[in-house]
């Protein structure tokens, strides 16, 4: 069992920067692939990045690339998603997940088979 928590949400302008944490149990986190992905009020939830096992490989949705980046630290059991350049557009709910073993593609959610609670990302204009 892998439990998820999401920190470091908030309320910004336009053009800020946020760096959001999720912090993982488990003794092998090196081998888990982790992604974020996020939900807005009134749409589905949607992929934003992923990084594989070992930090061997990133991928992020065209809509945040080039101002979002997910890094990990393995000692630490934690990912963290910089976001730069935050646009009203980027608001919703952040979901970290995990991933034990690769499934199916990695930008979907079927993918990932723990998810953590969420948390609030407000970009104001």
């Known amino acids: 069992q892998v439990q998820l928590v999401e920190s470091g949400g908030g309320l910004v302008q336009a053009g800020d920067s946020l760096r959001l944490s999720c912090a993982a149990s488990?003794?092998?986190?090196?081998?888990?692939?982790m992604a974020w992905f996020r939900q807005a009020p009134g749409k589905e939830r949607e992929f934003v990045a992923y990084?594989?096992?070992?930090?061997?490989?990133?991928s992020y949705a065209d809509s945040v690339k080039g101002r979002f980046t997910i890094s990990r630290d393995n000692a630490k059991n934690t990912v963290y998603l910089q976001m730069n350049s935050l646009k009203p557009e980027d608001t919703a709910v952040y979901y970290c997940?995990?991933?034990?073993?690769?499934?199916?593609?990695?930008?979907?959610?079927?993918?990932?088979?723990?998810w953590g609670q969420g948390t609030q990302v407000t970009v104001s204009s």
């Open positions: 997940a995990a991933a034990t073993s690769v499934r199916t593609v990695l930008t979907t959610q079927r993918a990932y088979n723990y």
């Open positions: 488990g003794r092998t986190f090196s081998d888990y692939y």
């Open positions: 990084n594989s096992r070992g930090g061997a490989g990133t």
